[in-house]
């Protein structure tokens, strides 16, 4: 629970308005695990807040660790001890990502996505996504979160920003927004208003700047076409604090010669951002293979020289079914 939504519960419970502070101390910067352990509320308070609250804090049933150092986390979310999600421990030198889910299944249905093809389950609570921080043996080593894990952040959005409010606000951890990126595909309502209401990063998944092709693969582009959602982040400014990226995958013969790197240069010109370029990883489920490495480098340096930032991202936890788009919380 955030600041506000604590002082409204202890409001109601008639305590004094300054022990959601003390609650905040015990939960973000104590990490108190249990109710009883906030000695500075009394006997009472603790007793009454037992009756009606919990902590949340949930260990993770599994953990698989890759060849790369990669490990990958299977967690029941607390509404349904029969659904579960997946959160990724990214260890890179002196960084340390994690990369986080927020629903249960995906409803955007994008064709080259393990998660999106099991369809949707239910929305986590802000609960259940920051347990996955708080709940893992490396919480303390962390340096980013990314919110790229399973589901679409912006279709869950009141929670992302309970979240990332957390995460970011100095009675919470206290991180720096540029510490968080949240992914989207494209959802502009609820794009529009994460932009007015958060300073963390934006990634969008664009994998296509062909609008036709694009459809073929991302139905959302039916619903919010590219071309919008490119008009609505023209309407920011880009060249603070706050980074925007576009997300494409690279798969064989459908979205990587240098006609689409033409196109997508095109559509991001004047665009202060950058593209981070992924290997599509390949799964039985779906009808695509990855780009050649020679591809993919020549499609990386067409974007460079014609002034788009663009780097290629690192496969990590391929072997545990931990890369980009392999994810879908089997508790098997």
Request: with cysteine; proline share 4%.
């Amino acid at each position: 629970m955030t600041l506000p939504q604590l002082q409204e519960l202890c409001a109601g419970l008639g305590f004094p308005r300054f022990t959601a502070k003390q609650l905040c101390d015990w939960l973000y910067k104590k990490r108190a695990e249990s109710i009883d352990n906030m000695t500075n509320l009394s006997l009472a308070q603790r007793a009454r807040l037992n009756e009606i609250a919990f902590i949340g804090r949930n260990t993770p049933v599994r953990c698989q660790v890759s060849r790369d150092g990669t490990k990958k986390y299977l967690f029941q979310t607390t509404q349904n001890t029969q659904s579960h999600i997946e959160t990724v421990y990214i260890p890179d030198d002196d960084r340390a990502t994690l990369c986080v889910s927020c629903q249960v299944g995906c409803k955007m249905g994008c064709r080259f996505c393990v998660t999106g093809r099991q369809g949707f389950h239910g929305n986590l609570s802000a609960g259940d996504i920051l347990n996955q921080l708080f709940s893992i043996p490396e919480f303390e080593s962390l340096t980013n979160v990314v919110f790229m894990g399973m589901g679409e952040p912006m279709d869950n959005l009141d929670t992302i920003l309970d979240a990332t409010t957390v995460l970011t606000a100095p009675w919470g951890l206290g991180w720096s927004p540029k510490r968080i990126t949240v992914s989207t595909v494209g959802i502009i309502p609820g794009l529009k208003r994460f932009l007015d209401e958060s300073q963390c990063h934006v990634a969008v998944s664009l994998h296509n700047a062909v609008a036709a092709e694009r459809e073929q693969i991302m139905p959302v582009q039916r619903a919010y076409p590219l071309a919008d959602v490119l008009a609505l982040l023209r309407r920011y400014d880009w060249s603070g604090q706050r980074r925007l990226s576009f997300e494409y995958t690279m798969f064989r013969g459908l979205n990587d010669d240098q006609r689409h790197a033409q196109l997508l240069v095109d559509a991001l010109r004047g665009l202060d951002c950058r593209v981070n370029l992924i290997r599509f990883h390949e799964s039985p489920e779906a009808p695509f293979s990855t780009s050649m490495p020679s591809t993919i480098q020549s499609f990386q340096n067409y974007l460079n020289r014609h002034g788009v930032i663009c780097t290629l991202r690192a496969s990590r936890g391929q072997d545990i079914d931990a890369a980009c788009g392999l994810l879908a919380g089997r508790g098997e």
